[in-house]
Every structure is written in structure tokens, then in C-alpha cells.
Nanobody
Framework: QVQLVESGGDLVQPGGSLRLSCAAS????????IGWFRQAPGKEREGVAC???????YYVDSVKGRFTASRDKNNGTVYLQMNNLKSDDTAVYYC??????????????WGKGTLVTVSS
């Protein structure tokens, strides 16, 4: 079955960096678009980045220039490199996919999330 497992969340100071990982199994991750989403306390979940199977990327405006999504084709892991973190980036981060669409980030399958806290 499709499984997504996020890791890498931590407490970091403003201006710091983190790299989140999303380990994917149960499908062929390099053939599917995988997205990163986040949900901050008291806020609705929002899409952060989408990584297509062709390497194409989409980012929400608030993270453009600071976050980079990438994929390791050898092991199917998808990463989210987050630089110059701000307090507004504090949230639980999730990866999601529908496991079949190559270019659009579906939301049929979700990981359990990893907590990122940006605070001094």
C-alpha cells in the first residue's frame, strides 16, 4: 500500500535552515507528483510546494526563493530544503500524493506529518 513518512522537523531559530524528507513506498514515486503541505496552529492547511515527475516545481508565494523541493530518484525520497526560516513557517508539514498523476499534486495519500517550529 502507499505509504508516505515525513521526517526532519525540528526547532530552529529564525533565519535557520532545515531539510524535510518524505520517504515514499507502495508506488513508483519518480512517476508521480508529490506535494508538500503545512498546517499552522489555528490555520487551514495550505499547499507549499509541488514536485512533478518531470522535476517541475510549484511554490506558494510565501516560500518562493527560500524553499526547494527535490527528489532522489534512487530511493524515491522527496525533500524540502527550507532556508531563511521565519516564525510564520511554524507548522506541521505533510507530504501527499495520489500516486498516479505525474504533474498535478493530488491529495489521496498523506503522511503523518513532521513538526517545524521556528522560534528564538
Amino acid at each position: 500500500q502507499v505509504q508516505l513518512v515525513e521526517s526532519g522537523g525540528d526547532l530552529v531559530q529564525p533565519g535557520g535552515s532545515l531539510r524535510l524528507s518524505c520517504a515514499a513506498s507502495g508506488f513508483t514515486p519518480e512517476l508521480a507528483a508529490i506535494g508538500w503541505f503545512r498546517q499552522a496552529p489555528g490555520k487551514e492547511r495550505e499547499g507549499v510546494a509541488c514536485l512533478g515527475s518531470d522535476g517541475g516545481t510549484y511554490y506558494v508565494d510565501s516560500v518562493k526563493g527560500r524553499f526547494t523541493a527535490s527528489r532522489d530518484k534512487n530511493n524515491g525520497t522527496v525533500y524540502l530544503q527550507m532556508n531563511n526560516l521565519k516564525s510564520d513557517d511554524t507548522a506541521v508539514y505533510y507530504c501527499a500524493t495520489d500516486a498516479t498523476n505525474r504533474y498535478v499534486c493530488g491529495m489521496e495519500y498523506w503522511g503523518k506529518g513532521t513538526l517545524v517550529t521556528v522560534s528564538s
